[in-house]
């Protein structure tokens, strides 16, 4: 069990095709705080080297999004995949 089983569980009860969350949205869900490498764009990125399993995008695939960090760095949106 990881941190981002809540991630996981969270994005399972969303209705939405596409949503963003902010990092400081993020950490409440988890109940932790983000490292510092959350904040590259290829930490979050559920299609960039799947044979590399992270349990932030192990998280996101389970339920179905794929997760990609904003332009601005400031958070992360999900997209549901179909």
């Known amino acids: 069990m ?14 939405l095709m596409e949503f963003v969350l902010s990092f400081d949205q993020i950490e409440e869900i988890i109940d932790a705080a983000l490292p ?5 764009a290829s930490w979050w990125e ?12 192990e998280a996101c695939l389970e339920a179905g999004y794929i997760a990609t960090r904003l332009p601005d760095g400031k958070g992360v949106r999900f997209k549901r995949m179909k």
């Open 46 to 57: 559920t299609l960039r080297s799947p044979q590399e399993k992270m349990p932030q995008r």
């Open 2 to 15: 990881t941190h981002y089983d809540a991630l996981r569980d969270y994005l399972k009860q969303q209705k």
């Open 36 to 40: 510092r490498a959350s904040q590259r």
